[in-house]
């Protein structure tokens, strides 16, 4: 796996671009150190890894098991300490679910989707976060 990282603006705002699609991220840090709101900052892409690593496979799973959804959304909070580095130390996320779900269906994909298949999970957890999960579903 590779990225390439440029910098944009004589400030802190990046693009981020990868081999295995066309699509290119902005990155952008904080108005303290200089940025301009032109992309999201890099913890916020952490939380974003996470609930998408997490989401493609839950969504993959319930599909799978002929589960119709016709809504899906995730949202994810984090806690970070006070100290430099701010790390995280706890991060909750929030499925929400429409559609023609099996809730039981839906929890044991959850349960398989972060805490199994998600690399991003692991990697967090083993630097010693705290991540929880909750789904809503709604017909």
């Not at 303290?32 to 997490?54: D, F, W």
């Not at 398989?112 to 998600?118: D, P």
């Given at each position: 796996?590779?990225?390439?990282?440029?910098?944009?603006?004589?400030?802190v705002?990046f693009?981020?671009?990868s081999?295995?699609?066309t699509?290119?991220?902005?990155?952008?840090?904080?108005?303290?150190?200089?940025?301009?709101?032109?992309?999201?900052?890099?913890?916020?892409?952490?939380?974003?890894?996470?609930?998408?690593?997490?989401?493609?496979?839950?969504?993959?799973?319930?599909?799978?098991?002929?589960?119709?959804i016709r809504?899906?959304?995730?949202?994810?909070?984090?806690?970070r300490?006070?100290?430099?580095?701010?790390?995280?130390?706890?991060?909750?996320?929030?499925?929400?679910?429409?559609?023609?779900?099996?809730?039981?269906?839906?929890?044991?994909?959850?349960?398989?989707?972060?805490?199994?298949?998600?690399?991003?999970?692991?990697?967090?957890?083993?630097?010693?976060?705290?991540?929880?999960?909750?789904?809503?579903?709604?017909?």
């Amino acid at each position: 796996m590779k990225i390439e990282l440029k910098r944009v603006n004589d400030a802190v705002h990046f693009e981020a671009s990868s081999p295995s699609s066309t699509v290119k991220v902005q990155i952008d840090g904080s108005p303290q150190i200089g940025g301009q709101g032109l992309g999201v900052r890099p913890m916020e892409m952490v939380l974003m890894a996470l609930a998408s690593c997490s989401s493609l496979d839950l969504v993959t799973i319930l599909q799978k098991q002929r589960q119709v959804i016709r809504d899906f959304s995730v949202s994810a909070e984090a806690e970070r300490t006070d100290k430099i580095p701010s790390v995280f130390t706890s991060i909750h996320m929030l499925f929400s679910l429409k559609g023609e779900i099996d809730p039981a269906k839906a929890e044991k994909a959850a349960e398989l989707a972060v805490k199994k298949y998600c690399s991003v999970h692991d990697m967090l957890v083993a630097a010693g976060v705290k991540i929880t999960y909750s789904l809503n579903i709604e017909s």
